[in-house]
């Protein structure tokens, strides 16, 4: 479990979760938290407490003053998406794909580069709709795919992005 930066989609406590799977998030103030269980290895769908697959479906977790709270999750395998950057300028290394649920804006999985022959796999993918936004050269703009996608976790789904001309 790591707590991702709603900005950037990266662990912003890497060390949360021990080799046994238990995790300690520490200095909450007595709230109700929605936990986010993001897995950056990209085997395992992104999920939230209550096995909710975004922030608004989440259930909070209560945490009391000078009191520990449980929230105990089991991630699912990875749904996928998976195709190429059409119009994309190679070789480059630094076209990257994102997908972000559609209803919250929140990162979905860990951002995927683009490889080859402008070849992308974005996995760690919850089950929910997702819009997905890619830049195609360095230093270029961001596109988004016009429509949102659904995906489906332990499922791979083919999408070829087409850079705007």
């Known amino acids: 479990m790591t707590p ?32 986010q269980f993001p897995d950056h290895t990209r085997t395992h769908a992104w999920a939230w407490s209550g096995d ?11 945490v009391l003053p ?14 996928k998406l ?6 994309a300028t190679l070789p480059n ?28 796999d974005l996995a760690g993918l919850a089950t929910q709709n997702v819009r997905i936004s890619f830049v195609a050269a360095v230093g270029g703009a961001t596109h988004w795919h016009p429509r949102r996608v659904a995906v489906t976790a332990g499922s791979t789904r083919h999408l070829d992005l087409r850079v705007p001309s």
Not at 66 to 79: F, V
């Open 66 to 79: 000078g009191t520990a709270a449980t929230a105990d999750a089991t991630l699912r395998p990875a749904g």
């Open 93 to 120: 290394p630094y076209i990257t794909v994102l997908a972000v649920n559609a209803r919250t804006g929140d990162h979905a999985a860990p951002l995927a580069l683009v490889r080859g022959e402008a070849e992308y």
């Open 4 to 35: 991702v930066a709603a900005w950037r989609g990266e662990p912003i406590n890497t060390s949360c979760t021990g080799a046994d799977g238990r995790y300690t998030i520490s200095g909450l103030g007595p709230y109700r938290w929605r936990v």
């Open 52 to 62: 909710a697959a975004d922030r608004f479906a989440a259930t909070p977790v209560k």
């Open 82 to 87: 998976a195709g190429r950057v059409i119009g």
